[in-house]
C-alpha cells in the first residue's frame, strides 16, 4: 500500500514539476544559442530568467509539496484521505519520500543547467574546456584543499540531503501541530506561527551547539598558504575567544569551526519526524 501511495503522489506533483524543470532547460537552450549566434540581447536576457529559474524551481518544489501536504491531509482532501484503508502515518512517509526526491532532483537540474551554460561560455570563448578544470585546481590550491576536495564534495553532498531533508521535516511537522483541534481557530495561521516558532527555536539551539557542543573541525593555515584540517573535541567558543584575545601574529593560524549544529541536525530531524508521524497517527483533527 506505501507503494500505491507512493505512486499517487508521483503522479499528483509531475502535473507542474517536471513542466517547472523543461522551462529552465528551454531558457538554457535559449542562452547557449543566442550566445552561439552572438545575440547579445537574448543572451543576457536569457541568462538572467535562467539563473532566476534555477533559484525558482527550488522554491516551486518545495512550495508544491509542502502545500501538497498541508491540502491533502488538513485541506479540503483530508476526509477522503483519512478514510482510505491504510496506516495514517504511511501518508507522512510517502509524502516525505516523494517531496525529498524531487527537492534533489531541483537541485541537480539547477546545478546541471549552471554547468551547460559555463560549459557554453567557455567553450565560445577559445574552446578549451579543459580551463575549466585548471581554474578549479587553481582555487583548490590557493586555499591549500587540493588533498581534501573528495572529502569536499562528500561532505557538501552530504549536507545538502540532509538539510532538504529537515527543511521538509520543519515544515510538516509546523503544518501537523498547527491543525490539532486546539489551533482550529488560527486556520492557516495555526501552521504559520508554528514555523516561526519553531524557526527560532531551532536556530537558537543550532547556536548554542556550534559553541558549546565540544565537536569541531580545526583549520590550520600555515605561512605556506596551504590549510591543514584536523577533527578536535573542542566547540567554536574557545577559538573564537583566543582570537579575540590574540596580540601576536603567529606563524601558523588556526580556527576552530564548530561542528555540533551540523551532527544536531539529524537528530533534531529524526525526533521532529517521529512527533510529527505520532501526531499524525493518534491526534488526526480535521475542521
Known amino acids: 500500500m506505501f507503494g500505491k501511495l507512493v505512486k499517487h503522489e508521483f503522479r499528483a506533483t509531475a502535473r507542474i514539476i517536471p513542466f517547472v524543470f523543461l522551462v529552465t532547460l528551454f531558457l538554457a537552450l535559449v542562452n547557449v544559442l543566442s550566445g552561439f549566434l552572438d545575440i547579445g540581447v537574448a543572451s543576457n536576457i536569457s541568462f538572467g530568467l535562467t539563473i532566476t529559474m534555477c533559484i525558482a524551481q527550488v522554491a516551486v518544489a518545495y512550495a508544491l509539496v509542502i502545500w501538497r501536504y498541508y491540502k491533502n491531509m488538513y485541506g479540503s482532501e483530508g476526509y477522503l484521505t483519512h478514510t482510505l484503508p491504510v496506516k495514517t502515518h504511511l501518508h507522512l512517509w510517502s509524502k516525505l519520500l516523494v517531496g525529498f526526491i ?19 561560455k567557455v567553450h565560445k ?30 561532505v557538501f553532498g552530504i549536507f545538502l540531503l540532509i538539510s532538504i531533508l529537515m527543511v ?6 509546523a503544518i501537523t501541530l498547527g491543525n490539532i483541534s486546539k489551533m482550529h481557530s488560527l486556520g492557516i495561521g495555526g501552521p504559520i506561527l508554528m514555523f516561526f516558532l519553531e524557526y527560532i527555536f531551532l536556530q537558537i539551539v543550532a547556536f548554542f551547539a ?28 574557545p577559538s573564537l575567544t583566543s582570537q579575540l584575545n590574540k596580540t ?7 580556527v576552530v569551526v564548530g561542528l555540533g549544529s551540523y551532527l544536531l541536525i539529524p537528530v533534531l530531524a529524526i525526533l521532529l519526524l517521529g512527533i510529527t508521524a505520532r501526531i499524525v497517527s493518534r491526534h488526526t483533527s480535521i475542521r
Open 248 to 254: 601576536s601574529n603567529a606563524v601558523n593560524e588556526s
Open 125 to 154: 570563448a577559445d574552446g578549451n574546456l579543459n580551463a575549466i578544470s585548471t581554474g578549479y585546481q587553481n582555487i583548490l590550491r590557493e586555499k591549500g584543499l587540493v588533498n581534501y576536495q573528495t572529502a569536499l564534495w562528500v
Open 210 to 237: 556550534v559553541f558549546f557542543i565540544p565537536i569541531g573541525l580545526k583549520i590550520t593555515t600555515s605561512a605556506t598558504g596551504d590549510a591543514v584540517f584536523k577533527f578536535v573535541r573542542e566547540g567554536m567558543l
Open 168 to 173: 521538509l521535516t520543519e515544515a510538516y511537522f
Open 102 to 120: 524531487w527537492s534533489v532532483l531541483s537541485y541537480a537540474v539547477s546545478a546541471g543547467t549552471v554547468a551547460i551554460i559555463v560549459i557554453a
